[in-house]
């Protein structure tokens, strides 16, 4: 089957720990996003990739890194730096080119800090 | 610089009767504009997608949508509304490139037995 995969589904950390959460693609998707999700705010960009080993900052890219290394995988770390880190956290992919600026997404992961 | 408000935070319709979702974005250029829904829990699934070639736009599950330029609207419409439609829905205007996407703020709507 092809799509995007989040693990952990729900995920619980500590305060002061950092966690990385796993998104992958088998879309052959050049672009991949992760947002955070609140109540009633809607979506929010972290950060996005256009392709391996580049990636740029989203509006609220403050207390989380990424990394790009191979293009199927978009890992998303949360640090120790991120001040209110609960939320819900969607991954997101779109091919390049014209005309195809449609974002498929993941189940998400619930991320609580206790 | 674009931007998408959803009119409505939450609607409440009664399974059978009609479903109305509303959606008004501004944007620099010619915008694409997207339907997504979300169940509890759960990632966006596309329901439907303007990309200009018709201003009439039908998407999955039986909704639909219609692009009015002059009114800057992209409006959801069920003609009847169904219990498995109870999510929430958000409205997302995309104007080129790989970061110019805007979602709304979301509107959860409930569909009363």
Same mark, same amino acid.
């Given at each position: 089957?092809?799509?995007?995969?989040?693990?952990?589904?729900y995920l619980?950390?500590?305060?002061?720990?950092?966690?990385?959460?796993?998104?992958?693609?088998?879309?052959?998707?050049?672009?991949?996003?992760?947002?955070?999700?609140?109540?009633?705010?809607?979506?929010?960009?972290?950060?996005?990739?256009?392709?391996?080993?580049?990636?740029?900052?989203?509006?609220? *890219?403050?207390?989380?890194?990424?990394?790009?290394?191979?293009?199927?995988?978009?890992?998303?770390?949360?640090?120790?730096?991120?001040?209110?880190?609960? *939320?819900?956290?969607?991954?997101?992919?779109?091919? *390049?080119? *014209?005309?195809?600026?449609?974002?498929?997404?993941?189940?998400?992961?619930?991320?609580?800090?206790? | 610089a674009q931007?998408?408000?959803?009119?409505?935070?939450?609607?409440?319709?009664?399974? %059978?009767? #009609?479903?109305?979702?509303?959606?008004?974005?501004?944007?620099?250029?010619?915008?694409?504009?997207?339907?997504?829904?979300?169940?509890?829990?759960?990632?966006?699934?596309?329901?439907?997608?303007?990309?200009?070639?018709a201003t009439?736009?039908? %998407?999955?599950?039986?909704?639909?949508?219609?692009?009015?330029?002059?009114?800057?609207?992209?409006?959801?419409?069920? #003609?009847?509304?169904?219990?498995?439609?109870?999510?929430?829905?958000?409205?997302?205007?995309?104007?080129?490139?790989?970061?110019?996407?805007?979602?709304?703020?979301?509107?959860?709507?409930?569909?009363?037995?």
């Open positions: 089957d092809g799509g995007i995969t989040q693990s952990p589904k619980f950390r500590k305060e002061g720990q950092n966690v990385t959460l796993s998104c992958e693609q088998n879309l052959n998707h050049d672009a991949m996003y992760w947002y955070r999700q609140d109540p009633g705010q809607g979506l929010r960009l972290i950060y996005y990739s256009q392709i391996v080993n580049d990636f740029q900052k989203g509006d609220i *890219a403050e207390g989380y890194s990424v990394s790009r290394e191979k293009k199927e995988s978009f890992p998303l770390t949360v640090t120790s730096a991120q001040k209110n880190p609960t *939320a819900f956290y969607l991954c997101a992919s779109r091919s *390049a080119g *014209a005309g195809t600026d449609t974002q498929y997404f993941g189940p998400g992961t619930r991320l609580t800090v206790l | 931007s998408v408000t959803q009119l409505d935070s939450h609607v409440s319709v009664s399974e %059978g009767t #009609p479903v109305l979702l509303r959606c008004n974005y501004s944007s620099s250029y010619s915008p694409s504009l997207f339907w997504y829904v979300q169940h509890p829990n759960k990632g966006l699934q596309l329901l439907l997608k303007y990309t200009s070639a009439l736009v039908k %998407g999955i599950n039986g909704f639909e949508a219609e692009f009015k330029k002059s009114e800057t609207s992209f409006h959801l419409t069920k #003609p009847s509304a169904h219990m498995s439609d109870a999510a929430e829905y958000f409205c997302v205007v995309s104007a080129g490139g790989y970061q110019k996407v805007t979602f709304g703020t979301g509107t959860k709507l409930q569909v009363i037995p």
